[in-house]
């Protein structure tokens, strides 16, 4: 069965550490996608990243980077030097390739990045 | 530009009625989904349609109806059979599986 877990419910660090979000998924499909979202206090869930399952490379978009490793089944999420804009929840999804076009959400991690 | 538009930003209900949330896009997308978010938590799905006039229920569809008369268009209702309303309603949209999700701004259901 399909699953996305972010074991992490909330994360509180001091501005300019380095923070990295877990995301751990399960699936039996081959091809598959992966996203993050971020959720800032206005509400609105802004894409952030999209990696397919063939596509093991790290991204870094500016103080952004993503780890996916296959081998484990992670896809995580790195932000360095953490900004108080930074605070938000971020959630974790997976598409199937063979499934409906319903995504599977984690539950979703609170970060407090603290001035 | 092309999005998804929720409205109202805000919305108060009255015990026992019926409300109905708006939402429309413009990104040509088949699929388009209502998720329900308590404080705290994480993203619940309500309904979800991938074609016009076929929609599916989700997780939580107990106490809601939807509707997809036309591609642009997903309203959601909230019925009085609903028994804890009061929550923040996102809708999406999405053009496969392959794009990742475009969400609207989101709408504040309150019980007064």
């Known amino acids: 069965a399909q699953k996305v877990t972010q074991a992490q419910t909330e994360i509180s660090v001091v501005e300019k550490e380095d923070v990295t979000l877990d995301c751990v998924y399960e699936t039996r499909d081959t091809t598959y996608y992966l996203f993050w979202y971020k959720q800032p206090p206005s509400g609105e869930l802004v894409f952030l990243i999209r990696r397919n399952s063939f596509d093991e490379q790290n991204e870094i978009s500016g103080r952004y980077s993503w780890n996916f490793q296959k081998s484990t089944s992670s896809f995580n999420f790195t932000i360095t030097a953490s900004q108080v804009v930074d605070s938000a929840v971020y959630f974790c999804a997976l598409s199937e390739l063979s499934g409906t076009y319903k995504y599977i959400f984690g539950t979703g991690t609170r970060l407090k990045v603290l001035a | 530009d092309g999005g998804i538009t929720q409205s109202p930003k805000y919305l108060f209900r009255k015990e026992g009625q019926n409300v109905t949330l708006s939402c429309e896009q413009n990104?040509?997308?088949?699929?388009m989904y209502w998720y329900r978010q308590d404080p705290g938590q994480g993203l619940r799905l309500i309904y979800y349609?991938?074609?016009?006039?076929?929609?599916q229920k989700g997780d939580i569809a107990e106490g809601y109806s939807v509707s997809r008369e036309k591609k642009e268009s997903f309203p959601l209702t909230v019925t009085s059979a609903q028994k804890n309303p009061t929550a923040f309603y996102l809708c999406a949209s999405s053009d496969g599986v392959r794009y990742g999700y475009t969400f609207g701004s989101g709408t504040r259901l309150t019980v007064v």
């Open positions: 990104l040509n997308h088949d699929a």
């Open positions: 349609s991938q074609i016009v006039n076929d929609f």
